[in-house]
C-alpha cells in the first residue's frame, strides 16, 4: 500500500482515486473475462465455502428438535472429546491412515520397478491396465467382489483350508480384528496400480547410464535399486506421500462399507461418526463438532507432510 | 533396466499375481452371478457356472428393478459432467488470459479449496442442499463436483500452450470469445477436454456419499446406493425374499461392464491424467 502516515488525506485520496480508476478501467476491459470466472467462484463459495463456514458455525450451537437453540461456546467440542465413540474413532482414524500411508506410499514402488523390467510393450501395457483397473471401481463395487473371494465358503477360505494352513473358515467381513487390515489392504489394493504408474512415469526418466556405472562397480540388482532407482524415486514418493495422507485420513466409503455390528468399534472412523450422529441420529452440534476436528486434523496432518524435507524445494 | 536375470523373472512373477488378484475375483464374480440360486449357494468357489443361468439377472432386472438406478446414475453422469466440463472450460479460458488483474489470487483461492474434504462437511452439506430444497433431486447430484480446482487449473494449463500468434491472427480476422474458444482453444486443448470429462465420468458415476446423503427416495436412488443393498442384504427380511449370491454378483456385473468397456475406450486418457495430477497433488 502506498498509503503512509505522513501522507496529507487529500494525497491519500488522490492516490485512492487513481487506484479506483485503474480498477474500473481494467473492469471495463476485463469483465468478459470475469463474468467467465464467476460460476466457478459462486459454486466454490456456494458449496464449499458457505459449508464450510455452516459447519464452524453449528459446532458453537446447541440443537434440539426445533432447530437451533442458541450458541453454547465449547460445549459441543468438551461432549464430543469425552465421548468413548468419538475417542475410538479417533484412535481408529489415526491407525487407519498410519497404515494406508506407508503401505500405499512404499508398496507400489515395487510393481513400478516390475513394470520397467519386463520388455514385450504390448505384454507390459496390459498388466498395467490390469493392475490399474481398480482403481477406476467404486467402493461398493470393490466391496462386493471381495465380500464374495472373501466369505467363510469363497475362494481365499477354500484354498486356506485345502492347503490345510485353517482350521475353521476365517470371518474376515465379521471380525474385529480383521476390520483396519481389511480397509487397509483393500485401500491399497485399490491404489496399487495408479500409484505405480507415478512411479513408472518417473522411472522412465531414470538415466539408464547410471545404473551400468553402478553395475561397473559391482553392484548387484538389490544394491542398483537402493542406491540408484529409489534416490530417482523421491520427488515422485513425496507426490504419493501427500496424496495418500489426506485421502486416508477423511476415510469413509470403505469403512462404511465393511461396517456391521462386529467390525463397528475397529472401522468406525470420524467421518463416519459424523454421518451417524449428525444425519441418523440429528445430534448436529457434536457431529459438526467432530466434523471440525476431523478437518483441523487434515488440514494439519496436509501441513505437517509439507514440512518434511525436500517437499518445499519440490513445490508442493 | 537393471540387468538382472533374477529381478527380472520375479517382475514377471510378481506383475501376474497381482493382475491375478484383479482377475480371478472378477471371474468368480462373472461365473457365480451366472448360476442358479441353489448353485451359488453351494460352497466351493465356483470358477464356471454349471448349470448356466441368468436367473440372477432375471430377479435383479425384474424384482429389483436395477434399470431404474442404472438410468439415473447415467442421467447424472452424463448431464452432470457435460456441467463440470463447460463450467471448468470456460473459467479456465479465462484465467489462462496472463494479464488478466488478480489471476494470481484467483488461482491461489481455487487451489485453496484442494485442502478441504467433502467428508469433513457431511452435515453443514447436508443442511445446505435441504435449505435449498435440493434434497431428494437428482439435481443435488449433477451440482456436487460441478466445479473442481483439478479440472480448473488442468485446463488452464492446457489453454496456456495455445501459440499466442494463433489468438492474435484470429482476432485481428475479428473473432470474439465465442470463436476464439471453439475453433481455437477447444480443439488445440483436446486431450485435456478429454481427460476432464472421462475423470469426472468416472467419479460421477462411482458417487457414494452424496446420495447416500441426498437422496431417500426409492425412484431417485442410484446404481451404487441400489447395489449396496443388493449386496448387503438389507431386503433380506424374510427367508422367501433372501437374495442370494447368484443376484449379488449379477448386480456387480451390472455395475462393473459399463466401467471396463469406457476404461477400454479411454484407457490412454485416464492413465495419461496421473502425470497431470501428480505436478499438482
Redesign the interface.
Known amino acids: 500500500m502506498a498509503v503512509t502516515d505522513d501522507m496529507s488525506p487529500r494525497e491519500g485520496a488522490g492516490l485512492l482515486r487513481i487506484r479506483l480508476g485503474r480498477?474500473r478501467s481494467?473492469l471495463k476491459r476485463?469483465w468478459?473475462?470475469?463474468l467467465?470466472?464467476a460460476?466457478?467462484?459462486i459454486?466454490?463459495a456456494?458449496?464449499?465455502?458457505?459449508?464450510?463456514l455452516?459447519?464452524i458455525l453449528?459446532s458453537f450451537q446447541k440443537f434440539g428438535l426445533m432447530g437451533s437453540q442458541g450458541y453454547v461456546g465449547f460445549d459441543n467440542y468438551l461432549e464430543a472429546l469425552q465421548d468413548r465413540t468419538v475417542i475410538q474413532a479417533t484412535i481408529n482414524t489415526v491407525l487407519i491412515t498410519i497404515g494406508i500411508t506407508i503401505s500405499g506410499t512404499l508398496l507400489p514402488i515395487?510393481?513400478a520397478?516390475?513394470?520397467?523390467?519386463?520388455t514385450p510393450r504390448p505384454m507390459r501395457s496390459l498388466?498395467?491396465?490390469?493392475?490399474?483397473?481398480?482403481h477406476?471401481?467404486?467402493?461398493?463395487?470393490i466391496?462386493?467382489?471381495?465380500?464374495?473371494?472373501l466369505s467363510p465358503?469363497?475362494?481365499v477360505n477354500?484354498i486356506l483350508n485345502g492347503l490345510g494352513l485353517i482350521d475353521g473358515p476365517i470371518p474376515f467381513f465379521s471380525s474385529p480384528h480383521w476390520g483396519q487390515p481389511l480397509v487397509i489392504g483393500l485401500t491399497t489394493?485399490k491404489d496399487?496400480g495408479?500409484h505405480a504408474?507415478?512411479y513408472y512415469?518417473a522411472?522412465m526418466t531414470?538415466n539408464?547410464e547410471l545404473?551400468?556405472a553402478a553395475?561397473m562397480d559391482g553392484a548387484?540388482?538389490?544394491q542398483?535399486?537402493r542406491d540408484v532407482?529409489i534416490p530417482h524415486l523421491m520427488p515422485?514418493i513425496r507426490?504419493v506421500l501427500?496424496?495418500t495422507v489426506?485421502g486416508a485420513?477423511?476415510?469413509?466409503?470403505s469403512a462404511f462399507?465393511m461396517l456391521n455390528g462386529r467390525t463397528a468399534e475397529t472401522v468406525r472412523t470420524l467421518?463416519i461418526f459424523?454421518?451417524e450422529r449428525?444425519?441418523l441420529r440429528f445430534d448436529?452440534g457434536v457431529?459438526?463438532a467432530a466434523?471440525?476436528i476431523?478437518?483441523i486434523f487434515?488440514?494439519l496432518l496436509?501441513l505437517g507432510v509439507r514440512m518434511l524435507p525436500g517437499f518445499k524445494r519440490q513445490g508442493? | 533396466?537393471?540387468?538382472?536375470r533374477?529381478?527380472?523373472i520375479?517382475?514377471?512373477v510378481?506383475?501376474?499375481a497381482?493382475?491375478l488378484?484383479?482377475?480371478?475375483?472378477?471371474i468368480?464374480?462373472i461365473a457365480?452371478s451366472l448360476t442358479t440360486k441353489t448353485g451359488s449357494l453351494q460352497?466351493?468357489?465356483i470358477l464356471w457356472p454349471d448349470p448356466v443361468s441368468v436367473e440372477g439377472y432375471y430377479t435383479l432386472m425384474n424384482r429389483m428393478r436395477i434399470w431404474l438406478p442404472f438410468m439415473n446414475t447415467m442421467y447424472v453422469t452424463i448431464v452432470g459432467t457435460a456441467a463440470h466440463v463447460l463450467?471448468?472450460c470456460?473459467?479456465g479460458?479465462?484465467?489462462s488470459?496472463e494479464d488478466?488483474?488478480g489471476r494470481n489470487w484467483?488461482v491461489g483461492?481455487?487451489l485453496l479449496?484442494l485442502?478441504?474434504?467433502?467428508?469433513?462437511?457431511?452435515?453443514?452439506?447436508?443442511?445446505?442442499f435441504r435449505d435449498l430444497g435440493l434434497l431428494n433431486t437428482l439435481l443435488s447430484l449433477i451440482?456436487?463436483d460441478?466445479?473442481t480446482a483439478f479440472s480448473?487449473v488442468l485446463m488452464k494449463t492446457y489453454f496456456e500452450q495455445v501459440p499466442r500468434e494463433i489468438v492474435e491472427s484470429a482476432q485481428l480476422d475479428g473473432a470474439g470469445?465465442f470463436r476464439l474458444f471453439w475453433n481455437f482453444y477447444l480443439p488445440l486443448s483436446l486431450p485435456g477436454v478429454i481427460t476432464i470429462t472421462v475423470y469426472e465420468m468416472?467419479k460421477k458415476?462411482?458417487l457414494?456419499?452424496h446420495p447416500?446423503?441426498f437422496i431417500s427416495d426409492p425412484d431417485k436412488t442410484t446404481l451404487?446406493i441400489a447395489?449396496?443393498s443388493v449386496?448387503?442384504g438389507e431386503s433380506s427380511t424374510s427367508t422367501n425374499d433372501f437374495i442370494a449370491?447368484n443376484v449379488?454378483?449379477a448386480?456387480?456385473v451390472v455395475?462393473?461392464v459399463p466401467?471396463?468397456v469406457f476404461?477400454a475406450f479411454f484407457?490412454r486418457y485416464?492413465?495419461s491424467g496421473?502425470?497431470a495430477g501428480?505436478v499438482k497433488?
Open positions: 480498477v481494467s476485463y468478459p473475462y470475469y467467465m470466472i460460476p466457478a467462484l459454486w466454490l456456494m458449496f464449499l465455502a458457505w459449508p464450510m455452516q459447519g453449528i515395487i510393481p520397478i516390475a513394470l520397467a523390467e519386463i498388466l498395467q491396465s490390469a493392475i490399474y483397473a481398480p477406476l471401481l467404486g467402493w461398493v463395487i466391496i462386493g467382489i471381495w465380500v464374495n473371494v465358503i469363497g475362494l477354500s489394493w496399487l495408479f504408474l507415478i512415469a522411472l531414470l539408464t545404473i551400468e553395475a548387484n540388482g538389490l542398483r535399486i532407482v515422485a507426490v501427500l496424496i489426506l485420513s477423511h476415510t469413509f466409503d462399507l467421518a459424523t454421518y449428525g444425519i448436529l457431529a459438526s466434523g471440525v476431523l478437518l487434515s488440514l496436509g508442493l | 533396466m537393471l540387468h538382472s533374477s529381478i527380472r520375479g517382475s514377471w510378481l506383475l501376474i497381482l493382475s488378484t484383479m482377475i480371478v475375483p472378477l468368480n464374480v457365480t460352497p466351493g468357489v463450467l471448468c470456460v473459467a479460458y479465462a484465467l488470459r488478466l488483474p484467483i483461492g481455487i479449496t485442502a478441504i474434504p467433502t467428508q469433513t462437511l457431511l452435515v453443514p452439506l447436508f443442511i445446505v451440482i456436487v460441478l466445479v480448473i470469445h468416472v458415476y462411482n457414494f456419499i447416500l446423503l451404487q447395489l449396496q449386496v448387503g449370491p449379488m454378483m448386480g456387480i455395475a462393473i466401467l471396463l476404461f484407457q485416464l492413465m496421473v502425470s501428480g497433488g
